[in-house]
């Protein structure tokens, strides 16, 4: 297959972006599938989650925005997952968005940067800073699709608008491929009226866009980033490790032909 790019993106902090981001991106390399992990956040949470010390990354991302740097030559392997390759970031990026106002074709630099790698692997995920700014731009620009998180919680659904009307626009002007992905239900409390709520809200408006793969409220998945660990290699047997391996499974599917190539 040739390479399919992911932008997990939502405005809202703390909706599970860089923990789906992380799990996701582990869980497709352990079905075999060569993965590139992009962390477009400055606060490099999906480096550190991954058991990566972003201080001690001297190049990453930011070196490939800025062009003082290739992607084969800025990436390095994950820690105990084979398959799975991450171009880390660190507290440079947070000037990336002020360096490149000024710059050419500045939308473009990320899906310029991923093109010119040379090998493509067979899937790339990007996580996005909490924000509609520059740098999620670029990855909206340079992705296929957009997978959305989507806490079960109160106010759950506000800001969608914002982020499906952004959307709309990089279709429009920037890059007329992009698709959504699917929106994933996150944080889901069986116990909780809320979390019922807010999923049939959410499949009542965006209907088959909600995955039907739901991703549990879980200790575990929120005590592996502490660890350096996804949470299949944390704990595989809990229910958000069996959440994650599953979406990752029908993202496989979905992205495979008979002939073995990404549509």
């Not at 997990?8 to 590139?36: F, P």
């Not at 999906?46 to 001297?58: C, E, K, Y």
């Not at 106002?101 to 940067?113: G, N, P, Q």
């Not at 959410?202 to 005590?223: H, M, Q, T, Y």
Request: include cysteine; proline fraction near 5%; aromatic fraction near 6%.
């Amino acid at each position: 297959m040739r390479s399919y790019t992911i932008c997990v993106s939502n405005q809202k902090g703390g909706v599970g972006k860089t923990t789906t981001a992380v799990n996701l991106a582990a869980g497709l390399a352990l079905e075999g599938a060569d993965t590139l992990l992009i962390d477009l956040d400055p606060q490099a949470n999906a480096t550190s989650g991954l058991g990566i010390d972003p201080n001690a990354q001297r190049r990453g991302i930011y070196h490939a925005l800025i062009g003082m740097g290739e992607l084969p030559d800025l990436q390095i392997p994950a820690p105990e997952i084979e398959h799975l390759w991450v171009l880390p970031s660190n507290q440079d990026l947070f000037g990336a968005e002020v360096e490149l106002v000024d710059a050419i074709a500045r939308e473009h630099r990320l899906r310029e940067a991923i093109q010119r790698s040379g090998r493509q692997p067979d899937f790339v995920v990007i996580d996005c800073p909490p924000s509609l700014g520059l740098l999620t731009i670029n990855a909206l620009t340079a992705a296929n699709s957009a997978l959305i998180p989507l806490q079960c919680e109160y106010f759950a659904l506000e800001g969608l608008s914002q982020l499906t009307r952004t959307i709309e626009l990089i279709q429009r002007r920037l890059n007329p491929g992009l698709s959504i992905e699917g929106i994933l239900l996150t944080m889901f409390d069986t116990r909780n009226n809320l979390s019922h709520q807010v999923a049939q809200e959410a499949r009542g408006f965006f209907g088959d866009l909600v995955f039907d793969v739901v991703i549990p409220r879980n200790v575990r998945l929120s005590e592996s980033p502490s660890f350096g660990k996804s949470i299949h290699h944390y704990d595989r047997a809990s229910r958000g490790a069996r959440a994650y391996r599953q979406l990752a499974r029908l993202l496989c599917e979905r992205h495979r032909t008979t002939e073995g190539s990404a549509p």
